[in-house]
């Protein structure tokens, strides 16, 4: 019997990015459906009833929720083809650290550049560079956060580049400049078919968080 995938998402998260990039990168056919987060599905609601989040994966009509979590388990679900985490019980571990890491301090970091205004902005900023510092501390000289080969830690990432024009332009502030391997490793990335299909254009999170902005009252 074929696998009946589907993934609830919504187009401009960085979270259901996450999902999508790893099936992409398994090979995996699945059938996705766009959330409006304003109008919630009984679907969405039935099958992630803690949290009432996307993204969910519905794998045979049992749901996967939270991100990296979903690609933990597509990872160990579709063994045949590109493992994603490293096969050392440590190194494992250390991958998890930092995805771990980038969810609790990036996104919030993120979050107030575009939401905020004077000093708490700045503060994101100041945060957000921070936060990307250590990242490329970790990356160090290796091509991907794994070593050779794209992976868990990779798509962790990977996913918030696709909003770093919006940061840098509500921000006025440069990535690049701040931290060049790091905006080489993501350029690196984006060269992957998985990445570059998955993530929307720059311009059109931009329009979308400009959208946010006028919505929070924010301009």
Known sequence: ?????????????????????????????????????????????Q???VHKKIPVLIHNGKPVCESLIIVQYVDEVWRDKAPLLPSDPYLRARSRFWADFIDKKLYDAGRKIWAT?????????????EVLKQLEGE??????????SFGFLDIALITF??????FETCGNFSTEAECPKLIA????????????????????IYEFVLGMK????VE
């Open 161 to 166: 580049y696709s909003w770093f024009y919006a």
């Open 214 to 217: 006028k919505m929070f009252g």
């Open 139 to 148: 990356l160090g000289n290796k091509p991907y956060f794994e070593g050779e």
């Open 185 to 204: 490793w993501a350029k690196r990335c984006m060269q992957k078919e998985s990445v570059s299909k998955t993530l929307p254009d720059k311009n059109k």
């Open 1 to 45: 019997m074929a696998d009946e995938v589907i993934l609830l998402d919504f187009w401009a998260s960085m979270f259901g990015m996450r999902a999508r990039v790893a099936l992409a990168e398994k090979g995996v056919k699945y059938e996705y459906r766009e959330e409006d987060l304003r109008n919630k599905s009984p679907l969405l609601l």
């Open 117 to 129: 205004k004077g000093e708490e902005q700045e503060a994101g900023k100041k945060e957000f560079i």
């Open 47 to 49: 099958m992630n009833p």
